[in-house]
């Protein structure tokens, strides 16, 4: 059984960082394309980063130079740190692993999307 949980959420003031981290189990970490999306109430699922397995990385125009994916297979640990972090950036985020149909943000709840497997989310809420 797949297993995503992330971690590493919480509350800070604007210009703050956070890492957050997801946790994978029960699939071959080494091999899969992960991604990081964020979801904020009445908003889209929103695509921010993309790490493939051959170390292909992605960005979203938006967190470009603020943002930074990273993996640690040996760990089976996906990870995000997030700097100068603004109140727009406030939002549940969720580590995602690719099962078919690639990345990209979609209309919808994120975890109702069924081309890919889930963590739980993690808060992030960033104050001004």
């Known amino acids: 059984e797949v297993q995503l949980v992330e971690s590493g959420g919480g509350s800070v003031q604007a210009g703050g960082s956070l890492r957050l981290s997801c946790t994978a189990a029960g699939f071959s970490f080494d091999d899969a394309d992960m991604g990081w999306y964020r979801q904020a109430p009445g908003n889209e699922c929103e695509l921010i980063s993309v790490?493939?397995?051959?170390?292909?990385?992605y960005y979203a125009d938006f967190v470009k130079g603020q943002f930074t994916v990273s993996r640690d297979n040996a760990k089976n640990t996906l990870y995000l740190q997030m700097n100068s972090l603004k109140p727009p950036d406030t939002a549940v985020y969720y580590c995602?692993?690719?099962?078919?149909?690639?990345?990209?943000?979609?209309?919808?709840?994120?975890?109702?999307?069924?081309?890919?497997?889930w963590g739980q989310g993690t808060q992030v809420t960033v104050s001004s």
């Open positions: 790490i493939r397995n051959y170390g292909y990385i």
């Open positions: 995602a692993k690719e099962l078919r149909g690639g990345f990209a943000s979609f209309r919808g709840t994120c975890t109702a999307n069924r081309s890919k497997y």
